[in-house]
């Protein structure tokens, strides 16, 4: 796919284990550019979070709540 000029490849799923499994790994080999990189991150630490199934209690939804507050447009 070409997007205002640039080759683009687009993955779209749903389904964690796929994140967890493809999307988290390729982007730990293959870091991403500038602010974009702790966004990932960030991401990442989320995904653990969820991994371990403490985004069911109220510390680890919190957990995620701030590492959100600090994502995309809050970032330099």
């Known amino acids: ?6 080759d683009v490849v687009r993955y779209r799923t ?5 994140i967890y499994e493809n999307i988290i790994p ?9 602010s974009k990189n702790q966004n990932y ?6 995904s653990e979070i969820i991994k ?3 985004h069911l209690t109220e510390q ?4 995620i709540r701030l590492i959100k507050s ?3 447009s809050k970032r330099i």
Request: proline residues 0%.
């Open 1 to 6: 796919m070409q997007e205002k000029g640039k």
């Open 14 to 18: 749903d389904n964690f284990l796929h």
């Open 52 to 54: 371990s199934k403490s």
């Open 26 to 34: 390729f982007f730990s080999n293959n870091a991403l550019q500038s």
């Open 70 to 72: 600090g994502m995309n």
């Open 41 to 46: 991150l960030d991401f990442s630490k989320v």
């Open 60 to 63: 680890g939804a919190n957990e």
